[in-house]
């Protein structure tokens, strides 16, 4: 038999196809338990749900195999919290400073693999019915091409106010704080930023804006696996991720590739939305205008729960166009009712988090103060992008 030595030098073949490192050096090889003819391997996933999962299992298992030994065992786990930072660090991750979203509880960024299919009526009308069952809630609208956040709750054409110590103080309309890139660009207007400029707007966005308390910060990602979500992901190390489809299989495979993108940056998946799931006349009579059984399926694949179907009705879309929430507006609705069922699936699904401030009191100037004395550059307007006004 192989030693322990032998079976990790093997194990250095098994390349993370998402991160482009091997196994040992990101240090997911938990265990190595040696028999006589066999050995079983652990491996940490950094997702319960991960979609490569079984490309893991035959690599392993070919690795060892090439030793000689005649039957292989893999086993799976998940990194811990503390662990996937590691990872992240390792990677060369930049985070935000310390404390800078302290009083959040919950990041949830809500992505999916291709626009339109309903992400920011999804996470409008989630944020008015989390707000509705009491929570302190906040929006991010990071689409910075596609922002329609601000129209959806009704706050088109206001800027938000700077604080006296130059932090933004995020509008709020229905209950919920809002952030938009929207909101600091003449209506209507393109966004042209990329890259650098792209990265610097959305830290400001976590670091500079006042978000306060908040039990939930949703975050409606732009369609697709680019820049922002790859930005946000790496500035939010411990966010959810909530995936919207529509019920047809071409919507689920892209979807698949914005949970792989999760599973890249090491996020967790919460869960899926079917949005579009069918359309009932007046009469009675229903149809899948869009297919059925794609939410399932990829729930299903990734191993996390289908939360919710969300069917097409008209009031959806008319308050998304009026600025109410339909969640607010009629909340019996039957898309309606299936949004506050997905936001109460949510809420239930995250853990508890023990603060911080009970144990030890909060100081939120001072991370903010040891920066700027730090680095006083960061004050300045940067060279390489644009500023939110505040900073410039
Ligand atoms: N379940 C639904 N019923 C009716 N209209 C919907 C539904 N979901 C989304 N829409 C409408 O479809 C359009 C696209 O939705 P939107 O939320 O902007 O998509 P995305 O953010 O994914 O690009 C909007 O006009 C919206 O009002
Ligand atoms: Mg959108």
Redesign the pocket.
Known sequence: MPTREEILEALKAVIDPELHKDIVTLGMVRDIEIGEGRVGVTVSLTTPGCPIRSQFQTAVTNAVRGLGVPTVDVAFDVLTDSEKQALGRKLGRTQLPEGALAQVEHVICVG?GK????????TANLAAALAAEGKRVGVLDA?VW?Y?IPRMFGLGGQRPPVSASRKIIPLEAHGVKVMSIGFFVEEDSAVVWRGPMLHKALTQFLEDVDWGELDVLLV?LP?GTGDVSMTLSQLLPEAKFLL?TTPQPTAQRVARRAAEMAHKVSLDIAGVVE??SGFTTPSGERFQLFGEGGGQELADELDVPMLGK?????P??AQ??AGVPLTLEDPDDP?AQALRHTARGLLALLPVKLRMAAAAPVEPAAPVLSITQVEPASAAPAPTGPSLPMAG
Do not use: E, Q
């Not at 969300?310 to 008209?314: A, D, E, G, R």
């Open positions: 999916s626009g339109g299919v309903g992400k920011s009526t999804v689409d596609g329609s409606d369609p919207v949005n579009m969300v069917p097409l009705t008209m959806l879309r998304a166009d898309a």
